[in-house]
């Protein structure tokens, strides 16, 4: 068994999309990003590169990258799944937070869930949003910011 950790936050601006988890949630910000910005599967992916000491995402998919300027997140994380697989290990579970001080998450996480899920090959994917009190950077309402845990377990052969 192998545990990962990651973190990721981007600044909100207007006239982008509001990609988390996946999913586009309506919002008249989105997160700023060489990519789409999706901060939860930022996070995902670096718990899951953590875990099998893979260095981070800006090593796989640098911001210096043309083939990775406004790429799909989720198929950055289908990338990061298939490296953890040709090293020997599959997702057993993922845990996350969000925290954000809006929009409302909690209409959307389900969708979340199951759309990383798809990706992840489990169904153990745990999202939770919670809000920064207005403090700091979150709190105020110029960026989002994501945390993640990862489970991985050798494959058998």
């Not at 953590?50 to 198929?75: M, Q, V």
């Amino acid at each position: 068994m192998r545990i990962g950790f990651g973190y990721d936050s981007h600044r909100l601006e207007a006239g982008r999309k509001l990609m988390l988890g996946g999913v586009e949630i309506p919002f008249e910000k989105g997160l700023l990003g060489h990519s789409d910005g999706d901060a939860l599967i930022h996070a995902i992916i670096d718990a899951v590169f953590g875990a099998i000491c893979a260095g981070d995402i800006g090593r796989h998919f640098p911001d210096t990258g043309e083939r990775f300027r406004g790429a799909s997140s989720l198929g950055l994380l289908k990338e990061a799944v298939s490296i953890a697989g040709n090293a020997g290990y599959r997702v057993l579970n993922v845990d996350s937070t969000v925290v954000a001080e809006a929009p409302k998450l909690a209409p959307h996480i389900e969708r979340m869930r199951e759309t990383l899920s798809a990706v992840l090959g489990t169904g153990a994917v745990s999202i939770k949003a919670k809000s920064n009190e207005k403090m700091g950077f979150t709190g105020r309402g110029e960026g989002i910011a994501a945390y993640a845990v990862c489970l991985l377990e050798k494959k058998k052969t």
